[in-house]
Every structure is written in C-alpha cells, then in structure tokens.
C-alpha cells in the first residue's frame, strides 16, 4: 500500500487569488498542443499564428463543453439547484465527452474559416489532445477527484475521506493510458501522412478502449451509481458510441486518398 500524496489543490496563492492546479493542468495542455501543432502545421498549410488561433478556438470549445457535458452527464440535480454551479470550473467536474463534442463544434468552425477539409483538421488535432488529457487526469488525482475500487494491490492508496482501504489510483491509470500511451500511439501513426479520417478512428477507438477498461476499477460517481449489472457505469454509456464511430470511421477511411493538403 503507498500513501496518498499530501498535495494542496492551490499551486499559488495571493491575497483572495488562488491558482488551483487543475487549471494549470489545462494550461500544460495546451502549451504542449501549441507546440507540438506547430512542429506539423505547414502540413495542412497552417502557420504557428494559425496554431495559436486554433488552439483558442478549442480552449472555448474544452472549457465550455466539457463543463457542459459534466452538467448535463453528471450534475444536472446539482444544476438545477445551483445555477451558478457551472461556472465555477476551478471545484473540478469537467466531462471529456462533452469538451470533445465542444472541440469538434470548434474545429468545425475553424476549418470552415480556414478552408479545410474538417476529417483533415480533426487528424491534426487528435495526436495534440492527449498530453492534455493526461495533465488533467493528474489535475483530477491532486484534486482527490475519480477515486478507484478497492484493491489488495501494492499500489493501492487509501483514498482522501473515504476510509483506510486502499484504492485503485483511476485517475493515474487514465494519465497513463489516455495521456502518455495514447499520445505515443497517436502520433507515431500520424508521423506519415494517412488516409483521411484514420487517426481521428484512432484516437476515438483509443480513447474509448481506454476509459472503458479504467472503468471497471473506478468508483461511478456517487449520485448515479451503477447503470446496470452492477458494474455498467455512465462513462461506459457514452464511451461505447465513441468506439462504435470511431471504428466505422477507421474503416470508411481505408477506401480514401491518403490526405494531401486538405483543402475542400
């Protein structure tokens, strides 16, 4: 069994200004987007100034998205109750799938504007997100966020307010999967030039594979609880037609070009 580590939720601390370091974490991802966007942007005919544009574009769609769909999954009881609830994003609850949905209504736009072939953009995109995911796995572990299932595994760790019995790290697992293996496999893929729509497939059939498995060692939010069968939770709901799509679109690519410009 290992201790949980004893990390303040506030990385800085001014006066009544605090800077909790889960919104650093978003700050981490997207930097490393910026950067890594910007070593294949001439690809697609970007520039690194196009990157930045892009990149803005996509922090509304994440922020807005995913507290959207974190209210909407998630905390809807609680939204209701409290409207104000939703804005206050630095308390945590951010759903992936809704800042995804959020991402991809923002390139939508993007690509619209700049004249790209949206599966074209969305390729790019995909290898950039996960540094971003796993950053904020590990904002969600510093936050005492995603506790796991009891294990008798050495790296269990007893979970902050929640008894002496040691859990599953989820959050950790997920940093590994969604963030570190992900990115290696995503980009790795990418470093040719693919047939339209293949690692957009990936990264849904990856991603999805991934949330999937942690799911069966993480604890389903309290207020929701099991779905069905006593493990089925909400992130497997809405993680299966992430997989579903993204294998269909693996498949529907094999019969496309390899991707050139991407211009429409």
């Excluded at 990390?7 to 997207?30: K, R, S, T």
């Excluded at 950067?35 to 294949?40: F, P, T, Y």
């Excluded at 290696?184 to 693919?194: G, T, Y």
């Excluded at 609880?225 to 993680?239: C, I, K, Q, R, S």
Aim: hydrophobic share 55%; charged share 15%; aromatic share 14%.
């Amino acid at each position: 069994m290992i201790a949980y580590p004893e990390i303040d939720p506030v990385a800085i601390a001014v006066g009544p200004l605090q800077v909790h370091w889960y919104g650093l974490m978003y700050v981490v991802g997207f930097v490393a987007a910026w950067w890594l966007g910007s070593l294949r942007a001439a690809r697609i005919g970007l520039n690194r100034d196009d990157i930045g544009d892009l990149l803005f574009y996509a922090a509304i769609g994440v922020v807005a998205g995913g507290r959207l769909g974190y209210a909407l999954f998630y905390g809807l009881e609680q939204w209701l109750a409290d409207p104000l609830w939703v804005f206050r994003v630095w308390d945590g609850g951010m759903s992936f799938h809704g800042g995804l949905l959020g991402v991809l209504l923002a390139a939508w736009l993007y690509a619209r504007k700049k004249q790209l072939a949206f599966l074209t953009l969305a390729d790019f995109i995909a290898p950039l997100v996960p540094i971003g995911l796993g950053a904020g796995r590990i904002g969600n572990f510093i936050n005492h966020e995603l506790p796991g299932r009891v294990t008798s595994l050495p790296w269990g760790m007893p979970f902050p307010g929640m008894g002496p019995e040691p859990r599953h790290p989820s959050a950790l697992y997920e940093a590994l999967l969604e963030g570190v293996v992900l990115f290696a496999l995503l980009w790795w893929l990418s470093a040719r030039p693919q047939s339209r729509g293949l690692v957009s497939g990936a990264f849904l059939v990856g991603y999805g594979l991934f949330r999937f498995m942690v799911e069966f060692v993480r604890m389903p939010d309290p207020h929701i609880g099991y779905l069905a069968f006593g493990w089925f939770t909400m992130g497997m709901l809405l993680t299966l037609p992430m997989i579903a799509l993204g294998l269909i679109l693996m498949i529907w690519s094999q019969r496309q070009a390899v991707d050139g410009a991407g211009k429409e």
